[in-house]
């Protein structure tokens, strides 16, 4: 299942580090079978134990812990919505609950059009800007009143709208 590509990303993160702790390298590889694959699967986990020399629950136990990691298929657009203690003192959960409404999609699970997916997050360490969230596992977004959620969302709508017309001129020509 790991293509040449793939390998050759994998040969570069486990070279950091000494020959005997190439397992060093599990987020790293996980992190770039997401990139390529938008999601770690089962089978996923097993090449990358496979690769990395160690047991597949070593890999499936990093894969639960952090919420970096995709589980299963998401939007095209990841949405982490903290809702920490100190976030929901500053209207995380309000922030939540509006983006919920607003895409139609309850926490967990992907808008039927397939753009957003919708998450919880744990501490994302911007306490001070809370609300907060994180956009594909990326792009921190803070002080989100409904108004800047409002914009973000239509501004990522757009940008999707602008990626399907491009692709499809793209096969027009």
């Known amino acids: ?13 486990v070279a950091k580090y000494p020959a005997d702790q190439k397992r060093s390298a599990v987020m790293a590889c996980l ?4 990139d390529e694959q938008g ?19 070593a890999v499936h136990e990093v894969t639960t812990f952090y919420n970096m990691y995709n589980q ?4 095209v657009f990841k ?4 809702t920490n203690l100190p976030c929901q003192l500053r209207n995380g959960q309000t922030a939540l609950h509006y983006l919920e409404e607003k ?19 744990e501490c994302l360490g911007a306490c001070a800007d809370a609300p907060v969230m994180l956009v594909n596992d990326r792009n921190m977004c803070s002080n989100m009143s409904t108004e800047r ?11 999707a709208a602008a990626a399907r017309g491009a692709a499809k001129k793209g096969t027009q020509s």
Request: proline share 3%; net charge negative; hydrophobic share 40%.
């Open 1 to 13: 299942m790991i293509s040449e590509s793939t390998r050759t990303r994998f040969d570069r993160e």
């Open 31 to 34: 992190s770039i079978v997401q």
């Open 39 to 57: 999601w770690v699967s089962s089978d996923a986990e097993a090449d990358i134990a496979d690769y990395l020399g160690m047991a597949k629950m």
């Open 72 to 75: 299963q298929p998401v939007g």
């Open 79 to 82: 949405l982490n919505v903290c």
């Open 103 to 121: 895409l139609g999609v309850k926490m967990g699970h992907t808008t039927p059009d397939g753009l957003f997916t919708l998450q919880q997050s």
């Open 149 to 159: 959620m409002d914009q973000m969302v239509q501004a990522l709508r757009d940008k």
